[in-house]
Structure formats: C-alpha cells, structure tokens
Nanobody, 121 residues
Framework: QVQLVESGGGLVQPGGSLRLSCTAS????????MGWYRQAPGKQRELVATMTSDYNTNYANSVKGRFTISRDNAKNTVYLQMNSLKPEDTAVYYC???????????????WGQGTQVTVSS
C-alpha cells in the first residue's frame, strides 16, 4: 500500500508565496515521476508541474516563472514553491506519483487527498 500525504496549503494574499510538500510512503521500490495537479471549482483537473526521477521538469504555461518544483528522491518527497500567487491559482492541489513500482513489483499511480490553496485579499 502506498500513501501520499500533502501539506502546506492555506490562504495567502495576491503576490504572496506558499510551499507545498508531498511525501509518498509504503512499500515503494521506485517512483518515475512526482508532481502537482490542481482543480478549481467547476473546472477539470489540470497539470501544474511534474518532475521525473532524473529531474526533468514540465510546467503549465500559466505557472512558468512563478512556481518551482523540486524533489528529494531519497525521501520520496516532492515540493512546489509557489511565488507571485494570483487569485486564479486558487484551487485544490493534488499530489501525484506516476509509475510507482512497489517492492512486490506492482506498477500503479497514486494521488494525494488534496490541499486547498486560496489566493485572496
């Protein structure tokens, strides 16, 4: 069993910063990619940023230059530093672990429970 636990969401004023963290735990042998997605009310879930195990990154155009993803492979942890936040960044942010190989040699994808980020004055 693999679990993802997120932390770091909250309420911040426009222009402010937040840092999200997500740690994967359980019988993990390896994780190909970890990343963040978000879902605003009435909208589909969308990619924010992902990072592979060899540190290749992919960002949504809307967050390039403002958000930075990083990863600690030894801790199975991914971070999202969010700067210059805008009201349109308001959403539930979900952590994703893609192509997780467990010790039992089973492949699967996993999602966290989500953390609310609200950008408002």
């Amino acid at each position: 069993q693999v679990q993802l636990v997120e932390s770091g969401g909250g309420l911040v004023q426009p222009g402010g910063s937040l840092r999200l963290s997500c740690t994967a735990s359980g019988s993990i042998f390896s994780i190909y990619a970890m990343g963040w997605y978000r879902q605003a009310p009435g909208k589909q879930r969308e990619l924010v940023a992902t990072m592979t195990s060899d540190y290749n990154t992919n960002y949504a155009n809307s967050v390039k230059g403002r958000f930075t993803i990083s990863r600690d492979n030894a801790k199975n942890t991914v971070y999202l530093q969010m700067n210059s936040l805008k009201p349109e960044d308001t959403a539930v942010y979900y952590c994703n672990a893609d192509r997780v190989l467990t010790i039992a040699r089973v492949w699967n994808d996993y999602w966290g429970q989500g953390t609310q980020v609200t950008v408002s004055s």
